[in-house]
């Protein structure tokens, strides 16, 4: 989006942490990183959430999800 948030649409149930885990899984993926460096800081049970990055510097992020935008 335009002020740099990242929409994602689940097909996981907001049940039980189900989706928290498919967000962090999917963008696991996007960004070649490990799991155990994202990290949901704000919003675990609301449909808006701030997500840390460990290890990994904006230009990098920035990069990654650019490449995986172009590639969708």
């Not at 994202?38 to 992020?61: F, P, Q, T, W, Y």
């Amino acid at each position: 989006m335009q002020d740099g948030t990242l929409k994602v649409h689940l097909t996981a149930p907001p049940v039980e942490g189900k989706a928290n885990q498919a967000l962090i899984e999917f963008l696991s993926e996007i960004l070649d990183v490990p799991r155990s460096r994202l990290e949901i800081v704000s919003g675990m049970s609301n449909r808006n959430k701030l997500v840390a990055v460990h290890g990994l510097d904006e230009k990098s992020l920035r990069e990654r999800l650019a490449s995986y935008l172009r590639a969708v």
